[in-house]
């Protein structure tokens, strides 16, 4: 279990991630995570927000004993909430609540990848790169799409794969890519590989701004052992993750609820 003082104005602290391609909710009660809710963001974020206060509602998580604090890029769709806090700031608190150690959090989201630079639990620095959607999530969900995988047995493939290299920076010339090699019968599991290397390297060049001696890795890939693997060789330096680190936005929001 994970315990961390909190202000108890009311029974509940309930933190609501509505990001580009999932929604996280995270319960609090006395400093204890005691739910979490994991949904498709779908095309409507007011609509996913409405069905997490519904499913809250039902066991008896309420706006009379609740407070509710709402992050991500749907967190102005979210009527109920009393609060709306930036990312950045919900990553970093979250993810220190989660590891209690200083490094740069790496956050692997749908749209766009962050680096947040974490010491005694405050923000130091952050990168962001939201320009492209190349070493994102959206890039992994293209190409495996095009793969006809799922994400599973991409990293699955990877493993046995050959260096293959990737070259294109944009989402779209990578895809192309990818289809020109599928063409030429080029086994799937070096394609496999080469995709996800793309996404690695990506990273690892974003986080050259934010370089420290050991990294969290939070978001939809926080279980991916073989990309958790990858990036701990780029970087050279220790990668740790959790079942949990998925939640670290909507963490760090019911964390600050007042």
Do not use: W
Not at 85 to 95: A, D, L, P, Y
Not at 101 to 121: A, C, H, R
Not at 133 to 151: D, H, I, Q, W
Request: glycine share 10%; net charge neutral; proline share 2%.
């Amino acid at each position: 279990m994970l315990f961390l003082k909190v202000k108890e104005d009311k029974m509940y602290q309930v933190g609501i991630d509505i990001g580009s391609s999932s929604a996280k909710t995270a319960v609090l009660k006395g400093g204890e995570i005691i739910k979490t809710i994991l949904l498709d963001t779908g095309f409507s974020s007011r609509k996913v927000a409405d069905e997490i206060y519904a499913m809250l509602e039902a066991e008896g998580i309420t706006r009379e004993n609740a407070g509710y604090v709402a992050t991500g890029y749907g967190r102005v769709s979210v009527p109920y909430a009393d609060d709306t806090v930036t990312e950045i700031t919900c990553h970093g608190k979250g993810s220190y609540f989660l590891f209690r150690e200083n490094g740069t959090v790496i956050d692997i989201g749908g749209q766009d990848t962050k680096g947040i630079s974490l010491k005694n639990g405050r923000v130091m620095k952050f990168v962001m790169n939201d320009k492209c959607s190349a070493g994102t999530g959206k890039f992994l969900e293209v190409m495996t799409n095009r793969l006809g995988l799922t994400p599973e047995e991409l990293s699955r493939l990877a493993r046995k794969g050959k260096e293959i290299t990737i070259s294109s920076m944009c989402t779209v010339f990578a895809e192309s890519e990818v289809i020109s090699l599928i063409g030429k019968e080029t086994p799937r599991e070096d394609i496999a590989f080469g995709v996800i290397e793309s996404v690695v390297n990506k990273v690892v060049s974003l986080l050259a701004q934010v370089p420290n001696d050991r990294y969290f890795l939070t978001g939809g890939l926080c279980e991916d052992a073989y990309i958790i693997g990858r990036l701990a060789k780029a970087l050279d330096a220790p990668v740790s993750s959790l079942p949990l680190a998925r939640y670290a936005g909507a963490i760090g929001a019911a964390l600050l609820c007042k």
